[in-house]
């Protein structure tokens, strides 16, 4: 499988100029950032390896994209959840359908056993040194595009969540890059700043290579609903064509408009896929403004 090289896009939104890197594109079913976090775990042998271990939210793109893994792989994938609301048992929707399509045993309560010889453990969202070898790809993508389109300055943006996309990307431009190397932004969209700053520590200790946090004027709780999100979800949509991820994006969008001088310099914005979960968002804001909608 093939999931290097997407393409990017210059396009046009709230009259300006911008540069979109379509990860959401790399292929149907492994795509986004979790198609390159599991890069690593795609394209090596595990020979002793028969089943994934993971855990997090019954409704997070990891979960589904470790899903894609485990069955190219032909391994077997228990799945570990806090909590798991009847509602979606009863109906299941969105990553949590496609994932037990694609095999995942869901067990409820966060008792993992400690993975044995045969078992890989996958850390919740991907948060582990291994995401940084399809990372590195990412960033050789988008130098080798610069060059081709001779753009010298670029700031590239991307919203964070464990921040490890980000924090791997901005490393990679970092580590033996010439002073024209990209200035990486982001936001945090679980948590503040402080916690995403401590999330880039715990991968990274060397600052110098940490992205820039941006500060929303607004705080919006991660996974919550806000009819500005929606908004802005809808005008993408419209403007430029593209349909962006529900969870991450509007509040990633929302904050770098607050910020006109990074998009003085040619922006690359990162579409890091998530789509197949806007299928359970919908529904959520369908059921709350449902007369508007
Ligand atoms: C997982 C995810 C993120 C956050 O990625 P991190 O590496 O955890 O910061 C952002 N956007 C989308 C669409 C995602 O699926």
Redesign the pocket.
Known sequence: MNITNSPTEKKSFDKQTLYIKRD?LLSAEFS???AR?FYYFLEKDFPKVKKVLSYGSSQ???MY?LSVLAKIKGWKYNYYVDHLSSYLEENPHGNYKYSLENGMKIHVGRDLPFPTKDELLIEE???QKE?EYGIDLLAKEILEWKEEQEIDELNVF??????????FLAKSFSVGMPPSRPTVY?VP??GDAEYLKK?FLMLEENEDFHPKILTPSKKRHFGKLYRESYNIWLKLREEMGIE??L???PH?WLTLLENPEILKTPTLYI?????I?NESMLARYQRKYSENI
């Open positions: 959401d986004g950032n979790k976090k997070s793109n990891a994209s969202g991907g948060r995401a991307l919203p964070s969540g464990t921040g490890t996309t980000t924090l982001t969209c679980v999330q962006f991820d969870l991450y994006d990633g579409h890091q896929g998530g789509l979960g």
